[in-house]
Protein backbone atom coordinates (compact mmCIF):
# COMPACT_ATOMS: atom_id res chain seq x y z
CA UNK A 1 0.00 0.00 0.00
CA UNK A 2 1.70 3.06 -0.97
CA UNK A 3 1.80 5.83 1.58
CA UNK A 4 -0.77 8.10 0.10
CA UNK A 5 -3.20 7.13 -2.41
CA UNK A 6 -5.08 9.38 -5.04
CA UNK A 7 -7.43 8.76 -7.71
CA UNK A 8 -5.85 9.94 -11.32
CA UNK A 9 -8.85 10.45 -12.68
CA UNK A 10 -9.18 11.79 -15.45
CA UNK A 11 -12.08 14.08 -14.01
CA UNK A 12 -14.04 16.26 -16.37
CA UNK A 13 -16.46 18.68 -15.65
CA UNK A 14 -18.65 21.60 -17.25
CA UNK A 15 -17.43 25.18 -16.54
CA UNK A 16 -18.70 26.58 -13.32
CA UNK A 17 -19.14 23.12 -11.83
CA UNK A 18 -18.02 22.41 -8.05
CA UNK A 19 -14.86 20.25 -8.20
CA UNK A 20 -14.24 17.80 -5.57
CA UNK A 21 -10.46 16.14 -5.07
CA UNK A 22 -9.46 13.63 -2.18
CA UNK A 23 -6.70 11.73 -1.46
CA UNK A 24 -6.43 8.73 1.61
CA UNK A 25 -2.90 8.44 3.54
CA UNK A 26 -1.55 5.63 5.93
CA UNK A 27 1.32 7.52 8.26
CA UNK A 28 -0.62 9.09 10.89
CA UNK A 29 2.87 10.82 11.39
CA UNK A 30 2.08 13.02 8.62
CA UNK A 31 0.54 16.44 9.73
CA UNK A 32 1.30 19.52 6.94
CA UNK A 33 -1.14 18.19 3.94
CA UNK A 34 -0.37 20.78 0.60
CA UNK A 35 -2.25 20.53 -2.88
CA UNK A 36 -0.16 21.55 -5.89
CA UNK A 37 -1.07 22.48 -9.31
CA UNK A 38 0.48 21.59 -12.24
CA UNK A 39 0.08 22.24 -15.66
CA UNK A 40 1.51 20.01 -18.75
CA UNK A 41 5.50 20.05 -18.95
CA UNK A 42 5.64 22.63 -15.67
CA UNK A 43 6.90 22.53 -11.90
CA UNK A 44 4.07 22.20 -9.48
CA UNK A 45 2.97 25.16 -7.69
CA UNK A 46 1.73 25.02 -4.35
CA UNK A 47 -2.19 26.19 -3.79
CA UNK A 48 -2.96 25.03 -0.51
CA UNK A 49 -1.23 24.25 2.95
CA UNK A 50 -3.06 23.22 5.54
CA UNK A 51 -1.55 21.97 8.87
CA UNK A 52 -3.28 19.23 11.31
CA UNK A 53 -7.18 19.37 10.83
CA UNK A 54 -9.28 21.44 9.60
CA UNK A 55 -10.61 23.61 6.68
CA UNK A 56 -8.83 26.34 5.14
CA UNK A 57 -10.37 28.56 2.42
CA UNK A 58 -8.80 31.02 -0.11
CA UNK A 59 -11.01 31.96 -2.44
CA UNK A 60 -12.75 29.50 -4.78
CA UNK A 61 -10.54 27.10 -3.36
CA UNK A 62 -10.97 24.92 -0.07
CA UNK A 63 -8.77 22.34 1.58
CA UNK A 64 -10.28 20.17 4.52
CA UNK A 65 -8.03 17.84 6.93
CA UNK A 66 -10.00 15.28 8.62
CA UNK A 67 -6.65 13.49 10.68
CA UNK A 68 -8.99 10.73 12.16
CA UNK A 69 -10.02 9.28 8.92
CA UNK A 70 -6.57 10.01 6.80
CA UNK A 71 -8.76 11.67 4.42
CA UNK A 72 -7.68 15.28 2.64
CA UNK A 73 -9.77 16.79 0.05
CA UNK A 74 -9.67 20.23 -1.83
CA UNK A 75 -12.97 21.78 -3.20
CA UNK A 76 -13.18 24.28 -6.39
CA UNK A 77 -16.25 26.32 -6.84
CA UNK A 78 -17.23 27.86 -9.63
CA UNK A 79 -14.24 26.16 -11.73
CA UNK A 80 -12.65 28.08 -14.82
CA UNK A 81 -11.28 26.10 -17.97
CA UNK A 82 -7.75 27.79 -16.43
CA UNK A 83 -8.19 25.36 -13.63
CA UNK A 84 -7.35 22.47 -16.36
CA UNK A 85 -4.52 21.13 -14.81
CA UNK A 86 -2.92 18.20 -13.08
CA UNK A 87 -3.62 18.32 -8.85
CA UNK A 88 -1.30 16.76 -6.75
CA UNK A 89 -1.64 16.10 -3.17
CA UNK A 90 1.42 16.10 -1.07
CA UNK A 91 1.90 15.67 2.60
CA UNK A 92 4.65 15.69 5.03
CA UNK A 93 5.47 15.32 9.36
CA UNK A 94 7.44 18.93 9.55
CA UNK A 95 6.10 21.24 6.66
CA UNK A 96 7.72 22.14 3.74
CA UNK A 97 10.93 22.30 4.86
CA UNK A 98 11.18 18.53 5.03
CA UNK A 99 10.76 15.94 1.97
CA UNK A 100 6.90 16.29 0.46
CA UNK A 101 5.00 12.58 -0.13
CA UNK A 102 3.16 12.97 -2.88
CA UNK A 103 0.12 11.46 -4.69
CA UNK A 104 -0.06 10.32 -8.35
CA UNK A 105 -2.06 13.22 -9.51
CA UNK A 106 -5.98 13.85 -10.41
CA UNK A 107 -6.19 15.39 -14.16
CA UNK A 108 -8.79 17.95 -14.04
CA UNK A 109 -10.26 19.54 -17.40
CA UNK A 110 -12.90 22.09 -16.91
CA UNK A 111 -14.76 22.71 -20.64
CA UNK A 112 -16.34 25.92 -21.22
CA UNK B 1 15.49 36.63 -8.35
CA UNK B 2 12.74 34.81 -10.73
CA UNK B 3 12.94 31.37 -8.26
CA UNK B 4 14.15 28.13 -8.73
CA UNK B 5 15.69 27.86 -12.37
CA UNK B 6 16.81 23.96 -13.59
CA UNK B 7 19.17 23.86 -16.66
CA UNK B 8 18.86 22.05 -19.27
CA UNK B 9 14.90 22.04 -19.81
CA UNK B 10 15.13 19.16 -21.98
CA UNK B 11 17.83 16.48 -22.38
CA UNK B 12 17.90 13.34 -24.94
CA UNK B 13 20.76 11.09 -24.60
CA UNK B 14 21.55 7.70 -25.55
CA UNK B 15 21.41 4.55 -23.42
CA UNK B 16 24.91 4.18 -21.15
CA UNK B 17 25.58 7.83 -21.68
CA UNK B 18 26.24 10.19 -18.86
CA UNK B 19 23.80 12.76 -17.72
CA UNK B 20 24.27 16.31 -16.28
CA UNK B 21 21.81 18.55 -14.46
CA UNK B 22 21.27 21.82 -13.16
CA UNK B 23 19.77 23.41 -10.49
CA UNK B 24 20.01 26.97 -9.04
CA UNK B 25 17.55 27.71 -6.05
CA UNK B 26 16.38 30.91 -4.54
CA UNK B 27 19.26 32.11 -3.37
CA UNK B 28 18.53 32.40 0.60
CA UNK B 29 16.97 29.12 0.54
CA UNK B 30 19.24 26.67 2.20
CA UNK B 31 17.16 23.38 1.64
CA UNK B 32 17.54 21.69 -2.08
CA UNK B 33 15.39 18.88 -2.87
CA UNK B 34 15.49 16.35 -5.90
CA UNK B 35 12.51 14.68 -7.01
CA UNK B 36 11.75 12.54 -10.10
CA UNK B 37 8.50 12.17 -11.78
CA UNK B 38 7.65 9.86 -14.25
CA UNK B 39 4.54 10.14 -16.84
CA UNK B 40 1.05 9.50 -14.74
CA UNK B 41 2.91 9.28 -11.49
CA UNK B 42 3.43 12.08 -8.77
CA UNK B 43 6.76 13.29 -7.63
CA UNK B 44 9.12 11.02 -5.84
CA UNK B 45 11.82 12.20 -3.36
CA UNK B 46 15.65 11.35 -4.55
CA UNK B 47 17.84 13.33 -1.50
CA UNK B 48 17.75 16.72 -0.32
CA UNK B 49 20.48 19.31 1.04
CA UNK B 50 20.77 21.65 3.66
CA UNK B 51 23.46 23.96 2.83
CA UNK B 52 26.42 21.92 1.30
CA UNK B 53 25.22 19.06 3.48
CA UNK B 54 23.36 15.94 1.70
CA UNK B 55 20.99 14.70 4.89
CA UNK B 56 18.94 12.09 3.13
CA UNK B 57 19.18 9.93 0.16
CA UNK B 58 16.29 7.81 -0.99
CA UNK B 59 16.57 4.27 -1.98
CA UNK B 60 15.46 5.32 -5.43
CA UNK B 61 18.72 6.62 -5.80
CA UNK B 62 21.00 3.81 -7.19
CA UNK B 63 24.91 4.19 -7.44
CA UNK B 64 24.27 5.47 -10.86
CA UNK B 65 23.43 8.62 -8.85
CA UNK B 66 25.10 11.27 -7.54
CA UNK B 67 23.78 15.23 -6.35
CA UNK B 68 26.35 17.23 -5.29
CA UNK B 69 25.53 20.85 -3.93
CA UNK B 70 29.37 22.69 -3.13
CA UNK B 71 29.38 25.69 -0.88
CA UNK B 72 25.81 25.59 -0.37
CA UNK B 73 24.27 27.35 -3.53
CA UNK B 74 23.63 25.86 -6.72
CA UNK B 75 23.18 21.35 -7.11
CA UNK B 76 24.29 18.67 -9.75
CA UNK B 77 22.42 15.78 -10.37
CA UNK B 78 24.51 13.28 -12.32
CA UNK B 79 23.45 10.24 -13.52
CA UNK B 80 26.00 7.62 -14.97
CA UNK B 81 25.85 4.58 -17.78
CA UNK B 82 21.56 5.85 -18.25
CA UNK B 83 19.40 2.99 -18.72
CA UNK B 84 15.60 3.92 -20.08
CA UNK B 85 14.08 3.36 -17.17
CA UNK B 86 16.04 7.02 -15.79
CA UNK B 87 13.85 8.45 -18.61
CA UNK B 88 11.73 10.87 -16.26
CA UNK B 89 11.04 15.07 -15.33
CA UNK B 90 13.92 15.83 -12.56
CA UNK B 91 12.06 18.19 -10.90
CA UNK B 92 14.12 20.41 -7.93
CA UNK B 93 12.79 22.23 -5.07
CA UNK B 94 14.01 24.50 -2.63
CA UNK B 95 12.76 25.88 0.85
CA UNK B 96 13.94 27.63 3.85
CA UNK B 97 14.39 25.48 7.01
CA UNK B 98 12.94 27.07 10.17
CA UNK B 99 10.53 25.92 12.51
CA UNK B 100 7.09 27.74 10.90
CA UNK B 101 5.46 26.71 8.24
CA UNK B 102 8.15 27.05 5.00
CA UNK B 103 6.70 26.28 1.35
CA UNK B 104 8.50 24.63 -0.99
CA UNK B 105 9.24 26.01 -4.27
CA UNK B 106 9.81 23.69 -7.39
CA UNK B 107 11.56 24.79 -10.93
CA UNK B 108 10.25 23.83 -13.90
CA UNK B 109 12.50 20.49 -14.20
CA UNK B 110 14.76 18.62 -16.51
CA UNK B 111 12.73 16.37 -18.54
CA UNK B 112 15.60 13.37 -19.42
CA UNK B 113 14.55 10.76 -22.63
CA UNK B 114 17.00 8.04 -22.59
CA UNK B 115 16.92 6.32 -26.45
Known sequence: QKEVEQDPGPLSVPEGAIVSLNCTYSNSAFQYFMWYRQYSRKGPELLMYTYSSGNKEDGRFTAQVDKSSKYISLFIRDSQPSDSATYLCAMSRQGGSEKLVFGKGTKLTVNP | ?115
Not at chain 2, 36 to 47: A, D, M, Y
Not at chain 2, 52 to 65: G, I, M, N, T, Y
Not at chain 2, 93 to 110: K, N
Request: proline share 3%; glycine share 8%.
Open chain 2, 1 to 115: DTGVSQDPRHKITKRGQNVTFRCDPISEHNRLYWYRQTLGQGPEFLTYFQNEAQLEKSRLLSDRFSAERPKGSFSTLEIQRTEQGDSAMYLCASSLASGAHTEAFFGQGTRLTVV
